[in-house]
Structures are given as structure tokens and as C-alpha cells.
């Protein structure tokens, strides 16, 4: 039996005087979980002239963390580099492709964190530089020192596929980001604020299964039934169009 692939970048950090590229074990094992074949894209030199045939394979594609998304790359205000940390311009060229290409063949699409924000550009949103000093908001959306216990509160809008898959009109949430989505591009529609009036989750609702979410899933599964909702709607959205 052939498994449905689900392409997903994987993020360079250096390991001495080397680099190594690896994709988060979570993503992974829940893909698994899901009859789902990852493939992992590496941020190597050489590979943009390999993402034709990766993406030939391509049933579903899966956007996770990462650095910050180079200003150039939207309609940028001064805040965006002024708050600049790392970016990684290779890495967001090589998602920015897959994203084109998935778009324009309406494959299933589930952007988590970074993820969500590239989704959002690459679609005509943009990006608050630094979420809590460009709207002055005293929420904090990251914790260095509590990167997996660290949680808010978010708002689910409702009607929303987000309420459906959650059946709560709020969500305790994990949060480790400074960047956050400014303005939402034309095609989606917000799905989830948090307490600052920050985006937390948007969606397609012209598509089978395009979706954007500021916070992991998949790192809170044992705290509400519907994290593992959203995965297995994507992982069907997967399945249906490997079957079509």
C-alpha cells in the first residue's frame, strides 16, 4: 500500500562547524500516526533545482518553525526591520515555491507558526515586526524560559472550522513567537484572536483544506481532543486528494 506524502521543510541550525537540517519529532510521528509519508525538504545548497520533482510527489504540504520571514518578502513598515531577528532567506524561498505550486494545484495546506505567517505573505498578508511593541499590548507571546509549559488565552470566532474541531469558544494555547500576522490576505478568514486582538488561526474557506495556525497542535494533544481534530482533518484532506 502507497502511502499519500506530505512534503515539510525541515530547519538548519549549526552543530560545530556544521549544519544540520531536522524536522520536529512531533510533526513526524503524527503524520505517521496518520498513513501519512513525510518528505523532508532540506535547506541545502543545490536543492532548489530538486523541488520539481518533490514537488510531483506532493499530496499535502506541512509548514512548521523556522526564523523570521524577510521583510522583503511583503509590503514591509519600518517595524518589520527594525524588530528583525534571524532570517534564513533559503529556507523561505524553498517554501515559497512549494506554496505556489500547492496553491495553484489546490493541495491541502496546514501552516503552524512560522508556517502560518509565510502562508499569510505568500498570499498577500503581512507581519507585525514585533507583535507586543507594535501594538503596545501587554500579552505576552513568548517565554524563552517556558517554551512547552507557556500558555494564553485565544478566542475561537464562531461558526469557524476551528470551533467545530474544538467545540469550545476559547483555548488555553502554547505561544513562542514575536512576529505575528499584521494584515490578513483577502482569501482567508480569521478563525481565532487572541486577547490583544492578534490572529491566532484564519483559514480558506473556498478550499478543501488550507489552514494557518499561530500555535502547535500538536504539542498540546493531551490538553483538548480537538488539537488531534485538526491534524486528522488535514491528514483527510490528504487521503482524499492521493484517492482522486
Given at each position: ?130 507583535v ?18 507557556y500558555?494564553?488565552?485565544i ?34 478568514r ?28 500538536e ?26
Amino acid at each position: 500500500m502507497k502511502h499519500p506524502v506530505v512534503v515539510v521543510t525541515a530547519r538548519r541550525t549549526p552543530r560545530g562547524v556544521r549544519q544540520i537540517d531536522y524536522v520536529g519529532e512531533l510533526h513526524l510521528e503524527l503524520l505517521f500516526r496518520l498513513r501519512i509519508l513525510p518528505c523532508i525538504v532540506p535547506v541545502a545548497k543545490g536543492v532548489l533545482a530538486y523541488l520539481p520533482e518533490y514537488a510531483q510527489k506532493m499530496c499535502g504540504l506541512l509548514l512548521v518553525e523556522g526564523e523570521d520571514v524577510e521583510p522583503s518578502r511583503y509590503e514591509a513598515l519600518p517595524a518589520n526591520r527594525q524588530y528583525l531577528e534571524k532570517t534564513h532567506p533559503l529556507k523561505d524561498e524553498i517554501e515559497i515555491r512549494l506554496l505556489r505550486h500547492a496553491l495553484g494545484s489546490n493541495l491541502p495546506i496546514l501552516g503552524i507558526c512560522r508556517g502560518s505567517q509565510l502562508l499569510n505573505v505568500v498570499c498577500g498578508g503581512t507581519l507585525y515586526g514585533d507583535v507586543r511593541k507594535e501594538k503596545h499590548s501587554g500579552l505576552k507571546h513568548i517565554d524563552p524560559d517556558r517554551y512547552d509549559s507557556y500558555r494564553h488565552t485565544i478566542t475561537l470566532v464562531p461558526g469557524s472550522p476551528l470551533e467545530k474541531w474544538y467545540g469550545r469558544k476559547a483555548l488555553r494555547v502554547n505561544s513562542y513567537h514575536h512576529q505575528g500576522i499584521r494584515g490578513l490576505a483577502p482569501r482567508f478568514r480569521a478563525m481565532a484572536h487572541a486577547e490583544d486582538g492578534l490572529i491566532e488561526a484564519y483559514h480558506d474557506a473556498q478550499a478543501d483544506f488550507v489552514v494557518g495556525l499561530q500555535f502547535h497542535p500538536e504539542r498540546m494533544l493531551k490538553e483538548y481532543t480537538g488539537n488531534e481534530r485538526v491534524w486528522k482533518a488535514f491528514a483527510s484532506a490528504v487521503h482524499d486528494r492521493s484517492a482522486a
